[in-house]
């Protein structure tokens, strides 16, 4: 199933840290979630709103993506916006929310951190913690998270090349935590038409380069809702091991990113769309 057996020359100038680096083709990390894993040939799909806002929301959100088959339920409770005024989640009780909808539906969980002094706090309600764009290159807060012993969802830096996103890696792997998932997000590009510039290049470059699993996320990708499906599509076609989507009930209600969330019945259509996709390219949706 390796597309370039030349797995070593690779025609870059990327200097690749040991730990994450790819020793061989075969050198590939599972990382466990609960029960999901996340980088063998079933592509996991996580799915739930930008942030958690109230206990309905959240439930019917869940439901449903877990219905359309979903494998692991993403929402924040703490969240880094981009402006103070706007709503900053729910913190600890946006947590226990997702604690509650965890138990009722099964779906282990995904949620952010900002802070080092919030570790303890979201590792204890969280089966895998979410570092996100703006703290890609926060190095107490990698090395924090390299010490619990939660799977971490790295987000890369919206103006980070790949070889510091794979060296902000290393530094949760230095504390003895190899269960990281690469997430690629869209870059900052002098293109305004989207909310960032979706690197789908990135892809096949992170898999050649390293043994973690790589994602995509296409709803901070394009921030276009009406978008989000060909970019999902495009992102298994070019190999991602998963995708991370913002899922809403009500997009038009949501407290955040509600311009980019789809909503539950677009859910339900892009995933059989996806197991299509997923076919082609000698894989399945987990
Ligand atoms: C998010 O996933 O809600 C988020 C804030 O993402 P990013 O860090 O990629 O902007
Ligand atoms: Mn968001």
Redesign the pocket.
């Given at each position: 199933m390796e597309a370039n057996p030349c797995h070593i020359q690779v025609n870059t100038e990327v200097a690749v840290p040991s730990k994450v680096g790819r020793k061989s083709a075969s050198d590939r990390t599972l990382v466990e979630v609960g029960k999901v894993q996340i980088g063998g040939s079933a592509i996991v799909v996580i799915a739930g709103p930008?942030a958690v806002e109230n206990e309905k929301q959240l439930y019917i959100t869940a439901n449903s993506v877990k219905e359309y088959g979903a494998k692991i339920l993403?929402g924040?409770a703490f969240?880094?916006r981009s402006s103070p005024y706007k709503f900053q989640g729910l913190g600890e009780e946006g947590l226990k929310l997702l604690g509650l909808i965890r138990k009722l539906t099964g779906l282990p969980i995904v949620t952010?951190v900002m802070d080092t002094r919030q570790i303890e706090l979201v590792a204890g309600y969280a089966d895998m913690i979410?570092i996100?764009?703006?703290n890609m290159q926060n190095y107490p807060l990698l090395k924090e998270a390299g010490m619990s012993h939660k799977p971490v969802l790295l987000?890369r830096g919206?103006m980070a090349t790949i070889e510091e996103f794979l060296l902000a890696a290393e530094y949760i792997l230095n504390q003895g935590n190899n269960q990281v998932v690469l997430?690629e997000?869209g870059i900052r590009t002098f293109e305004t038409s989207t909310r960032n510039t979706l690197d789908l290049s990135a892809v096949p470059m992170l898999k050649q380069l390293s043994n973690l699993p790589v994602i995509v996320?296409p709803s901070?990708g394009t921030g276009l809702r009406w978008m989000v499906p060909a970019m999902a599509k495009a992102a298994i076609a070019a190999g991602a091991d998963g995708l991370?989507m913002?899922v809403h009930y009500k997009p038009e209600e949501a407290l955040c990113?509600g311009q980019q969330s789809i909503d539950t019945g677009e859910f339900g259509l892009l995933m059989k769309e996806l197991k299509r996709i997923a076919e082609a390219v000698d894989r399945s949706i987990a």
């Open positions: 930008c993403r924040g969240k880094p952010e979410q996100g764009s703006r987000k919206m997430c997000r996320d901070h991370i913002e990113d």
